[in-house]
């Protein structure tokens, strides 16, 4: 009985889009990406989008089968400056759904490699630029610019970028992306590409799956072996042997007001402030799981942490609480 009524509690704190199925919901634990929007933070999981509102804690789940989400699995989520959330889904069975999707928060807009541009419908990463375009990271297909009526595909065979798989892309002040691919990190300034790798430059391994640019123009960029800072000229490598970073798989980085770096990694949270390493695991804080896949930091310096298997966590540097 005790069970069942913790269980019931779990449950009605979730708001659901329409009808709920709930075998969706123990993969809304396993998170992907994490974005503020105003009062909003929205999720990207194994289970689909989840909205939740800061003040009052009520989280809307959609999917599938009550929205017009194309597939569960959400990579990646950008919001541009209408308040439109573009979200990267995983392909379905056989290709048949998945792709880039826009939610102006009424009415979804589905676009895959049958109705678009879009060279694949696995859809991995995505940043917006200064004038609106859309940079989308796909899982085969290369990088795709869409300017909202055009679009434009970079790839091996046409461009200088060095793999197809592009895991994570971001947008400098010069409105340079650096691109994270499975054969290394690419900077395209809209005419020019620069590659570098583990054999040409400091990076430690050729995998980028994180990237993150300080106030400073310093690069830091996580792979499977560590961290490496690029300011430019010079190369730094953080890793489990040589500093306290507790895991070398990287999974995310972001940068507070502070300037500190909060490190996810597989085998728990890190706070590296330039000098001090602070190490957040399942046996000194509330974190429900080590697998740290995102994290955000909001104007009040709140960390909103996703965890993949344990749920979402805030921490406001004093308390840690347990949202789902």
Do not use: C
């Given at each position: 009985?005790k069970?069942?009524?913790?269980?019931?509690f779990?449950l009605?704190?979730?708001?659901?889009?329409?009808?709920p199925?709930?075998i969706?919901?123990?993969?809304?634990?396993?998170?992907?990406?994490?974005k503020e929007?105003?009062?909003?933070?929205?999720?990207?999981?194994?289970?689909?989008?989840?909205?939740?509102n800061?003040?009052?804690g009520n989280?809307?789940?959609?999917?599938?089968?009550?929205?017009?989400?194309?597939y569960?699995?959400?990579?990646?989520?950008?919001?541009?400056?209408?308040?439109?959330?573009?979200?990267?889904?995983y392909e379905g069975?056989?290709?048949?759904?998945?792709?880039l999707?826009?939610f102006?928060?009424?009415k979804?807009?589905?676009?895959?490699?049958s109705?678009?541009?879009?060279?694949d419908?696995?859809v991995?990463?995505?940043?917006?630029?200064?004038?609106?375009?859309?940079?989308?990271?796909?899982?085969?297909?290369?990088?795709?610019k869409?300017d909202?009526t055009k679009?434009?595909?970079?790839n091996?065979?046409?461009?200088?970028?060095?793999?197809?798989y592009?895991?994570?892309?971001?947008?400098?002040g010069?409105?340079?992306?650096?691109i994270?691919?499975?054969?290394g990190?690419a900077k395209?300034?809209?005419?020019?590409?620069?590659?570098?790798?583990a054999?040409?430059?400091?990076?430690?391994?050729?995998?980028?799956?994180?990237?993150?640019i300080?106030?400073?123009?310093?690069k830091w960029?996580g792979?499977?072996?560590g961290?490496a800072?690029?300011d430019?000229?010079?190369?730094?490598?953080y890793?489990?042997?040589?500093?306290g970073l507790p895991?070398?798989d990287v999974?995310?980085i972001t940068?507070?007001?502070?300037?500190d770096?909060?490190i996810g990694t597989?085998n728990?949270?890190?706070?590296?402030?330039?000098?001090k390493?602070?190490?957040?695991?399942?046996?000194?804080?509330?974190?429900?799981?080590?697998?740290?896949?995102?994290?955000?930091?909001d104007?009040?310096?709140?960390k909103w942490?996703g965890?993949?298997g344990?749920g979402?966590?805030k921490?406001?540097g004093?308390?840690?609480?347990?949202?789902?």
């Amino acid at each position: 009985m005790k069970i069942f009524l913790m269980l019931l509690f779990a449950l009605s704190s979730i708001t659901i889009a329409q009808n709920p199925k709930w075998i969706n919901y123990p993969n809304t634990k396993k998170i992907m990406t994490v974005k503020e929007e105003g009062n909003n933070i929205w999720i990207g999981t194994k289970g689909g989008l989840l909205n939740l509102n800061k003040t009052t804690g009520n989280i809307t789940l959609y999917n599938r089968s009550n929205s017009g989400l194309p597939y569960n699995w959400v990579n990646s989520i950008a919001i541009d400056g209408s308040g439109n959330k573009w979200m990267g889904s995983y392909e379905g069975v056989h290709g048949t759904y998945g792709g880039l999707t826009k939610f102006d928060g009424t009415k979804w807009t589905v676009y895959n490699t049958s109705n678009s541009g879009l060279p694949d419908s696995v859809v991995l990463s995505i940043a917006i630029d200064s004038k609106g375009n859309k940079w989308i990271g796909t899982g085969q297909g290369g990088l795709t610019k869409f300017d909202g009526t055009k679009w434009t595909v970079y790839n091996t065979s046409n461009s200088g970028l060095p793999n197809n798989y592009v895991y994570s892309i971001v947008i400098d002040g010069s409105g340079s992306k650096w691109i994270g691919t499975y054969a290394g990190l690419a900077k395209f300034d809209g005419s020019s590409w620069t590659v570098y790798n583990a054999l040409n430059s400091g990076l430690p391994y050729n995998y980028i799956q994180a990237i993150a640019i300080d106030s400073s123009g310093n690069k830091w960029i996580g792979t499977y072996k560590g961290i490496a800072k690029f300011d430019g000229t010079k190369w730094t490598l953080y890793n489990a042997s040589n500093s306290g970073l507790p895991n070398n798989d990287v999974w995310s980085i972001t940068i507070d007001g502070s300037g500190d770096k909060w490190i996810g990694t597989e085998n728990g949270l890190a706070k590296f402030d330039g000098t001090k390493w602070t190490i957040y695991n399942t046996l000194n804080s509330a974190l429900p799981n080590n697998d740290i896949q995102a994290i955000i930091i909001d104007g009040n310096g709140n960390k909103w942490i996703g965890t993949f298997g344990g749920g979402f966590v805030k921490y406001d540097g004093k308390t840690w609480t347990v949202l789902y």
